[in-house]
């Protein structure tokens, strides 16, 4: 009967992954004879050959592979296992994989940076990203949480509304513009429009209500440098009021009176209906919609 240890799959996903047994050795801190010993087990246990050895290179054979797949699956389980395990007897101190529209970073790093001072220990990782971008990490299941706009209706999603995000037209303090008691899109369509790259929330959302076509304008894939951009007088920006609350108080840029802006949307937070939330994903979770309002911006 086959019959194979952990050590020994430890020992020879390292040595396949890394291409000998000294390298292996050093990673899984152990000595170079003692992982040859686990290679060896494994293979008298199996009753085949694993690898092959040509010159200094290692590769594995046709079982080899087979048994290599079985390793780095059973590894990666028995790793995420004890991720969990290690969450649920200490959930304060859990690992936190976050997607940001890049629109929603400037708040959500601020709920953050509140939050960790309550759970101290746990660490996070933001991905801050387009709504294209998003999309596809909802439908690969890679973050434990995304912050997004309108939550797509094709990949089965918990979603929920937590805060209102409100998308304004910007320009310069001295732009003609803002000498009019109403501009119309048609004004709008005479200016130079600064707009964020095909793929963003935020682009798609203009696009649609306002029937521009930004195709000939200017493409920008941040919302700090449109801000930038229009602050340098270079033209009519399209951005959440998020990202320019400062700029606006301080009378930077200001805000164009025009008719459908603002547009407002919701800022919602989502996983995959399959997921399986950690304690700490669900604590956070919990905060955001704890420490925002549905109906306000701010
Ligand atoms: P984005 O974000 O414009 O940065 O893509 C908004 C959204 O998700 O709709």
């Given at each position: 009967?086959?019959?194979?240890?952990?050590?020994?799959?430890?020992?020879?996903?390292?040595?396949?992954?890394?291409?000998?047994?000294?390298?292996?050795?050093?990673?899984?801190?152990?000595?170079?004879?003692?992982?040859?010993?686990?290679?060896?087990?494994?293979?008298?246990?199996?009753?085949?050959?694993?690898?092959?050895?040509?010159?200094?290179?290692?590769?594995?054979?046709?079982?080899?592979?087979?048994?290599?797949?079985?390793?780095?699956?059973?590894?990666?389980?028995?790793?995420?296992?004890?991720?969990?395990?290690?969450?649920?007897?200490?959930?304060?101190?859990?690992?936190?994989?976050?997607?940001?529209?890049?629109?929603?970073?400037?708040?959500?790093?601020?709920?953050?940076?509140?939050?960790?001072?309550?759970?101290?220990?746990?660490?996070?990782?933001?991905?801050?990203?387009?709504?294209?971008?998003?999309?596809?990490?909802l439908k690969?299941n890679?973050?434990?949480?995304v912050?997004?706009?309108?939550p797509p209706?094709d990949i089965p999603l918990i979603s929920?509304?937590?805060?209102?995000?409100?998308?304004?037209?910007?320009?310069?303090?001295?732009?003609?513009?803002?000498?009019?008691?109403?501009?119309?899109?048609?004004?709008?369509?005479?200016?130079?429009?600064?707009?964020?790259?095909?793929?963003?929330?935020?682009?798609?959302?203009?696009?649609?209500?306002?029937?521009?076509?930004?195709?000939?304008?200017?493409?920008?894939?941040?919302?700090?440098?449109?801000?930038?951009?229009?602050?340098?007088?270079?033209?009519?920006?399209?951005?959440?009021?998020?990202?320019?609350?400062?700029?606006?108080?301080?009378?930077?840029?200001?805000?164009?009176?025009?008719?459908?802006?603002?547009?407002?949307?919701?800022?919602?937070?989502v996983h995959h209906a399959d997921a399986e939330l950690?304690?700490?994903?669900?604590?956070?979770?919990?905060?955001?919609?704890?420490?925002?309002?549905?109906?306000?911006?701010?």
């Amino acid at each position: 009967m086959i019959n194979y240890t952990l050590k020994q799959l430890y020992s020879f996903e390292s040595v396949i992954r890394l291409g000998g047994f000294t390298t292996a050795s050093k990673e899984l801190h152990i000595t170079q004879p003692a992982v040859y010993m686990q290679v060896q087990q494994l293979q008298e246990s199996i009753g085949a050959k694993l690898f092959d050895i040509n010159g200094k290179k290692i590769s594995p054979t046709f079982v080899g592979k087979k048994i290599y797949k079985t390793a780095i699956e059973t590894i990666n389980t028995l790793e995420t296992s004890k991720l969990e395990i290690n969450e649920i007897l200490n959930p304060d101190s859990g690992h936190l994989q976050i997607a940001v529209a890049t629109t929603a970073n400037s708040f959500i790093s601020a709920l953050l940076s509140k939050f960790k001072k309550e759970f101290p220990k746990m660490t996070f990782y933001i991905d801050v990203t387009n709504r294209h971008a998003l999309l596809d990490n909802l439908k690969n299941n890679n973050a434990d949480l995304v912050i997004m706009g309108e939550p797509p209706k094709d990949i089965p999603l918990i979603s929920q509304a937590f805060m209102k995000n409100p998308l304004i037209a910007i320009a310069h303090p001295q732009n003609n513009l803002l000498n009019k008691k109403k501009v119309t899109i048609k004004d709008l369509s005479q200016e130079t429009l600064l707009t964020r790259e095909v793929g963003s929330g935020t682009r798609i959302t203009i696009e649609r209500f306002t029937g521009l076509n930004f195709n000939s304008d200017i493409q920008i894939n941040s919302n700090e440098a449109i801000v930038e951009a229009v602050q340098a007088g270079l033209g009519v920006g399209f951005v959440s009021m998020h990202s320019v609350s400062l700029q606006l108080k301080n009378k930077i840029i200001k805000e164009l009176n025009v008719d459908p802006f603002p547009i407002i949307r919701q800022w919602h937070i989502v996983h995959h209906a399959d997921a399986e939330l950690s304690p700490i994903a669900r604590r956070f979770k919990q905060y955001v919609i704890d420490n925002t309002k549905v109906g306000e911006y701010l």
